[in-house]
C-alpha cells in the first residue's frame, strides 16, 4: 500500500492529542502522501503553525478570509480545498468541532472544507477527549449522527488520558492513523469504475501549418482535457494524454504525447483505439489545414493572399465509428451561439455516448479560464446541467455521469 502522490487534508483541532500530529504528518510525507494542513484557532494553542507548515512543506490555513484580497487563489480557498483533497482527516476531533461539523456550521477553514468535500471522497474524523466528554449524549448522538451521514468516524482506544485518568477518549498513534488512511484510500480507489481503466483523452488546440514560421490555430489551453486526466489518474485509470502545443505540466501519473497538427493527433489516437476503453476528445482541433504547406517564409508580394484549407481528419468521429463492444467515446460540443440542439446533433453523428456542451463566453467558460459551465448529454438522452465550476470539479463530476453510462450499459 502507498501513499504516492495522494492528497491528504489534515484537519487539526484544539485537543490535547495535538501533540501527536507533528508525527503522524512526517509518516505521510515518508509515504510520498502531499499533506495540507487546516488548523482550528484553538488547535494553535497546542501545536505550532510553525511546525505543521515546516513538517508538511505547505503553508496551514486556518481562516476563511484572505490576508490579502489580491490573491485570486485566496478568494475560494474555502471551496478548493476540499476539491484537492483524496480524503480528509480531522484529527484529533474535539467535542466543539464534532458538534459544529454535525450542525453543518462553517466558520473557519476545517470545518468550510469539510461540507464542500466531495461526497465520493472519504474523510476519516477521530474523536479524542476525555472519557466523560466521549461518553457524553451530545457527542455521541453528533457522532451517530456523522456515521449516518457518510463520516467514517475511528473511535478512541482506552486507556491512560491527559487527565491523568483512565477511560475511552484516547486518540490512536499516528502509525495507527497513518495505515487507516492508506486502507481508506485504497477502498475508496477501489469502488471506482475506472480502476484498471484505460484512457484516452486529447487534449489543447493544433497547429495547422500555412509555412514554416506561421499557423492556424485557436484559444484552447488545454486546462480542461489535463483536468480529466489528472482526475482519472486518482481514479485508478490508466491515462495517455495527447496534448497539442500547451504549456501545462503533465499531471503525475498521466502517459503524455506530444503533438502539432490535427493529423499527428489523429495517428496518436488510432495506435491507441483498440486497447482504449474510454476515448475524451476535449481537443480543439483544427477542422481545416492548409491544402500546401509551402516551405520557408511566403513573401509579401501582394495586398491579398488566398489560402486553401482542406478537411482535417475527424479524431474523435474516427474512434466511435470503429468501437465494437464495451467502449465509450466522449466529446465536447463548444458554441458560442446556438443551443443544446446543436450538442444532441453532435452526439448522433459523431455515434458518441456523452457530449459535454459549453457555450464561449470567454469569462466564465470557454478556452483560458479556469471555469466552465457544462452540460452533459449521453446517448440515453440523460441530461446533466453542471454549475459554474472549476474545470477540476467539472472534471470530476464528468467522470461521475461516464461512471454512470458505465454502470447502466451493463
Ligand atoms: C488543556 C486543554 C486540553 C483540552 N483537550 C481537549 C480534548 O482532548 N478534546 C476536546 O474535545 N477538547 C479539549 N479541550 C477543549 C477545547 O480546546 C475547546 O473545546 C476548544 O473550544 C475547541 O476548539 P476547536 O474545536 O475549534 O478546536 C481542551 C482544553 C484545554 C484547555
Not at 228 to 251: C, D, S
Not at 292 to 310: C, F, P
Request: hydrophobic residues 40%.
Amino acid at each position: 500500500m502507498s501513499l504516492k502522490d495522494k492528497n491528504i487534508l489534515l484537519g487539526v483541532c484544539g485537543g490535547i492529542a495535538a501533540y501527536k500530529i507533528p508525527t503522524l504528518i512526517r509518516l505521510l510525507k515518508e509515504r510520498d502522501a502531499n499533506v495540507r494542513v487546516l488548523m482550528t484557532q484553538a488547535a494553535t494553542r497546542f501545536v505550532t503553525e510553525l511546525t505543521l507548515s515546516t513538517l508538511s512543506q505547505e503553508p496551514v490555513w486556518k481562516d476563511i478570509f484572505p490576508d490579502s484580497v489580491s490573491a485570486k487563489e485566496d478568494w475560494t480557498r474555502h471551496i478548493s480545498m476540499g476539491e484537492w483533497a483524496d480524503v480528509y482527516v480531522i484529527a484529533p476531533a474535539t467535542a466543539n468541532t464534532i458538534a459544529k461539523l454535525a450542525a453543518g456550521m462553517c466558520d473557519d477553514m476545517l470545518t468550510a472544507s469539510f461540507i464542500t468535500l466531495r461526497p465520493d471522497k472519504p474523510n476519516l474524523i477521530f474523536p479524542a477527549m476525555d472519557g466523560e466528554m466521549f461518553a457524553s449524549p451530545s457527542v455521541q448522538r453528533n457522532l451517530a449522527w456523522l456515521s449516518r451521514n457518510g463520516c467514517t468516524v475511528i473511535n478512541p482506544e482506552s486507556g491512560e488520558l491527559a487527565s491523568g485518568k483512565c477511560g475511552t477518549g484516547r486518540m490512536p498513534e499516528p502509525e495507527t492513523i497513518a495505515a487507516t488512511i492508506e486502507t481508506a484510500v485504497t477502498e475508496n480507489l477501489r469502488r471506482s469504475k475506472l480502476q484498471g481503466k484505460s484512457l484516452v483523452i486529447t487534449a489543447g488546440p493544433t497547429r495547422e501549418k500555412i509555412d514554416d514560421v506561421r499557423f492556424i490555430s485557436n484559444y484552447s489551453s488545454g486546462k480542461m482535457g489535463f483536468a480529466l486526466a489528472a482526475a482519472a489518474v486518482k481514479r485508478g485509470a490508466g491515462v495517455t494524454l495527447i496534448a497539442g502545443p500547451v504549456h501545462l505540466p503533465t499531471p503525475n501519473g498521466v502517459d503524455r504525447i506530444d503533438v502539432e497538427s490535427t493529423e499527428e493527433m489523429n495517428r496518436a489516437a488510432k495506435e491507441r483505439y483498440r486497447s482504449c476503453d474510454i476515448f475524451i476528445g476535449a481537443a480543439a482541433v483544427a477542422d481545416y489545414r492548409p491544402a500546401n504547406h509551402v516551405a520557408g517564409k511566403i513573401k509579401k508580394n501582394s495586398n491579398t493572399m488566398e489560402i486553401i484549407l482542406v478537411r482535417n481528419p475527424d479524431v474523435l468521429a474516427g474512434f466511435s465509428k470503429q468501437k465494437k463492444t464495451h467502449q465509450l467515446a466522449v466529446g465536447f460540443s463548444l458554441e458560442t451561439a446556438g443551443n443544446l440542439d446543436n450538442a444532441r446533433e453532435k452526439l448522433e453523428q459523431k455515434e458518441l455516448d456523452l457530449v459535454a456542451y459549453n457555450t464561449f463566453d470567454g469569462i466564465t467558460s470557454g478556452f483560458e479560464v479556469d471555469t466552465n459551465i457544462l452540460t452533459l448529454i449521453d446517448k440515453h438522452s440523460n441530461v446533466h446541467e453542471l454549475p459554474l465550476l472549476s474545470k477540476n470539479e467539472a472534471a470530476e463530476q464528468m467522470l461521475d455521469v461516464i461512471e454512470e453510462l458505465m454502470s447502466s450499459d451493463k
